[in-house]
């Protein structure tokens, strides 16, 4: 996981216009470097989505013989309310989860960037979510908060005695805040290496022209770190599309629909119910949500990427 | 050419996200266990105390006995082993023993010919189709063919209660629905839950409408329902049984935050036990994992027990019960001849042994064997193993669990139904509407 995200990372910096220099290509001649990517990329992402578009107009109930069903899987998922609810409550996750995400992480990530030794330490702390897997993290925020044998019971503190994960609404939010949890610090990581690449020179600079700290903040590092944003913005946009691990463990989509994901309704659909059809037509939705959401952001980077944010130094 | 570059590049950076995405949403499933060497056969169980230690001992002896024929086994936990075991089929990398319910699950893998046919191994085996109460096998047949060995023991749901807690508000056990809602009243206002239940995994909240329909409606409603006839969901006691399901929880029936317990945890027992709930209604298992969890609390009789209470008007048989008939266990056809031979050596020799026997009868369960009340008498539970013996005995009918009876997306289908009418986010009209277009799927 955590290598193919600083991969993905990787990519999308170069992409996202991370400094280019002189090293254009010469032609040709190096295009099979490109091959060990396209091999993992046809198998591991070509191959399963044709694979899925097939099974998309299929009946199968992943044990017995696949059999054709034209498009009623298509009319009999889009005519289910039940999608619009996953679908909804996608894209609230997915916001409130930017929302509040993104200015946690940048200003950690700022913060973190000092040189200072207390920071150093702290920054410790800050990532230590990052170690933990998603049902680990799931299994231990379950037992926190039982609403009979939790800490709020043990600690004796009523206001924490919610029965957080048992009411649609608090369950809701509940999640996006563990999702934070969890993802602010690969985010805080992203923007910490984003402010350590802006050049000293343009805070000296700033503070010669009598700039303070917000200042500073707002004119050079906001600016610097466009390109880390959008970044940022890519992998929690996209990502949150691909929940499932933490909210399957966690609530399971309960209670009753309230926290059934797009991708949670997938799997409920195609390995509880055995209707891998109509599970297949909800991951070629997927797909699509996140191919469009991948390429709105990377043009939100603007047309002329090469453009360089450092004229004149 | 710059400009043909970028796109090359932000194509990359797609391939690179996209894939991403992928691997975070399928990366929970993992390839099964390997096929074991020297003909053995690869077995998986649940976990969970006791009956983990039980299976994994019967294995052990059996292995000993047969180093040729030796069984490997796995343990997965409950409500994730239900999904595991149909992915692992389906991918053809099913264990040699696919441990189930019967019922609809195992019609599912009949008819796709993922499991083999036994009926002729028994007929080859009198002894040990003899060695089974007979009416077990009913769940393990489809289309006249036996596909799986029974095992392990009979598994009513039983209304279980704190003998403590009842003392000390002096009253008694519900016989009726109205002594039900009264003790409610009773409990809430001692501050103690009347029910626990572990909601979120929804098949403890079905069992409530199992009994229910039963007590309202009799057993053919259900079996109408089973049979797929039109509009068998949409009868009265269905709607009758959601009402009075919702007036229970609008009445603070259950503990608070059911719906985020899951029975996986055995927190409900925990709160039954613990004094915080009076009252449960589960599987007779349950006695086994309260009597080794509970700190003496089922040693010192504090554990009450009675069949599920009648409803005023109801047309169903109060001796009637719900529950698993048995545990299953069948073939996989994918397996090697070799393993197939391990696995029915292993049905013959190895499976409800003497010592398995007397284990299972020690936790407090009833085994499904005939001749069995002996034991079952003389020992240290014999109340409640002879209270589950006389109930599936004397039930004119006794109904398998409905998520095991019906088929998986039928299934999936009933849980989800339910879960929402528990929380009051559908009525029964809408909850007997939506199980209505399940039938025959």
């Known amino acids: ?313 | 050419m710059k400009q043909s570059q970028t796109s090359r590049r932000s194509f990359l950076a797609l391939a690179a996200l996209v894939p991403l995405a992928a691997v975070t949403t399928t990366a929970c499933g993992t390839s099964g266990p390997g096929s074991s060497s020297g003909g053995g056969a690869s077995m998986w169980y649940l976990t969970g105390e006791p009956n983990q230690t039980i299976e994994q001992k019967a294995v052990d002896a059996f292995n000993s006995a047969n180093p040729n024929n030796k069984i490997s086994t796995t343990f997965f936990q409950n409500d994730a082993y239900k999904t595991k075991i149909k992915t692992a089929i389906g991918a053809g990398q099913a264990p040699t023993i696919i441990y189930g319910w019967g019922g609809g699950t195992l019609k599912a893998y009949a008819e796709a010919n993922q499991v083999d046919d036994l009926t002729s191994w028994f007929d080859q085996n009198p002894d040990v189709k003899n060695k089974f109460f007979p009416s077990v096998f009913g769940a393990a047949t489809v289309n006249g063919k036996i596909y799986a060995i029974p095992n392990q023991y009979i598994a009513p749901i039983v209304l279980f209660y704190n003998k403590e807690l009842f003392a000390k508000a002096g009253v008694q056990p519900p016989k009726t629905w109205d002594d039900i809602m009264s003790l409610v009243k009773t409990f809430n206002g001692m501050g103690v839950a009347p029910f626990a239940l572990g909601g979120q995994s929804r098949w403890t909240s079905m069992m409530w409408l199992e009994y229910l329909l039963d007590r309202i409606g009799g057993a053919g409603v259900f079996k109408a329902i089973f049979e797929g006839k039109p509009n068998a969901w949409m009868d009265p006691a269905v709607i009758e049984t959601g009402t009075k399901i919702q007036e229970l929880v609008s009445a603070d029936g259950f503990i608070k935050g059911f719906s985020s317990i899951t029975a996986d945890s055995n927190a409900d027992q925990a709160l039954l036990f613990t004094g915080k709930a009076a009252m449960m209604l589960h599987g007779s298992w349950t006695y086994g994992s309260m009597k080794k969890d509970g700190q003496n609390f089922v040693q010192n009789g504090k554990l009450g027990f009675v069949n599920f209470p009648t409803v005023a008007g109801g047309k169903g048989d109060p001796k009637n019960g719900v529950g698993n008939p048995a545990q299953y266990m069948s073939i996989s056809s994918k397996a090697s001849d070799a393993e197939k031979e391990s696995a029915k050596k292993f049905f013959k020799d190895g499976i409800l042994t003497d010592t398995v026997l007397t284990a299972y009868v020690n936790t407090g369960s009833v085994p499904i064997v005939n001749g069995i009340e002996d034991k079952l008498s003389t020992s240290a539970d014999k109340d409640f193993l002879n209270f589950v013996y006389d109930m599936a005995k004397n039930a004119p009918n006794f109904q398998q669990s409905w998520d095991q009876a019906l088929s998986p997306t039928a299934a999936e289908a009933l849980l989800n139904n339910i879960d929402q009418l528990f929380l009051k986010s559908i009525t029964p009209q809408q909850f007997a509407q939506n199980m209505n277009a399940t039938l025959g799927k």
């Open chain 1, 1 to 313: 996981m955590s290598n193919a995200v600083s991969t993905a990372e990787k990519s999308s910096m170069a992409a996202a216009g991370g400094p280019v220099g002189t090293r254009g290509y010469k032609g040709g001649g190096l295009a099979w470097l490109t091959l060990p990517a396209l091999v993992v990329f046809v198998v591991f992402a070509i191959v399963p989505l044709v694979g899925v578009i097939i099974l998309s107009f299929t009946s199968w109930d992943g044990i017995g013989a696949i059999g054709s069903a034209g498009l009623s899987n298509w009319l009999s998922v889009f005519s289910d309310p039940g999608l619009y609810n996953s679908l909804g409550l996608t894209f609230l996750i997915m916001i409130a989860s930017w929302l509040v995400q993104t200015p946690i992480s940048l200003l950690l990530g700022v913060f973190t960037a000092g040189s200072q030794r207390y920071r150093a330490a702290l920054a410790v702390l800050y990532f230590l979510p990052l170690l933990l897997s998603s049902a680990a993290v799931a299994i231990a925020y379950k037992a926190l908060l039982d609403p009979n044998f939790g800490l709020a019971t043990g600690l004796g503190l009523p206001l924490l005695a919610q029965d957080w994960l048992g009411v649609p609404q608090l369950a809701v939010g509940l999640v996006i805040f563990v999702i934070a949890w969890q993802f602010v610090p690969f985010h805080t990581l992203i923007y910490q290496g984003g402010v350590r690449q802006i050049p000293k020179s343009l805070y000296e600079a700033a503070q010669i022209d009598g700039a303070g700290t917000v200042k500073q903040f707002f004119s050079i590092t906001l600016p610097q770190l466009k390109y880390t944003i959008i970044t940022s913005s890519t992998l929690m946009v996209v990502g949150s599309l691909t929940y499932f691990d933490l909210i399957f463990v966690l609530t399971g989509g309960g209670p009753g629909n309230s926290t059934r994901i797009l991708a949670l309704d997938m799997y409920l659909r195609g390995f509880r119910a055995n209707l891998m059809g109509p599970a297949s037509v909800i991951a070629v939705v997927l797909v699509v949500i996140g191919l469009v959401l991948a390429l709105f952001l990377q043009r939100l980077g603007g047309k002329d990427k090469q453009s360089s944010q450092l004229e004149g130094l």
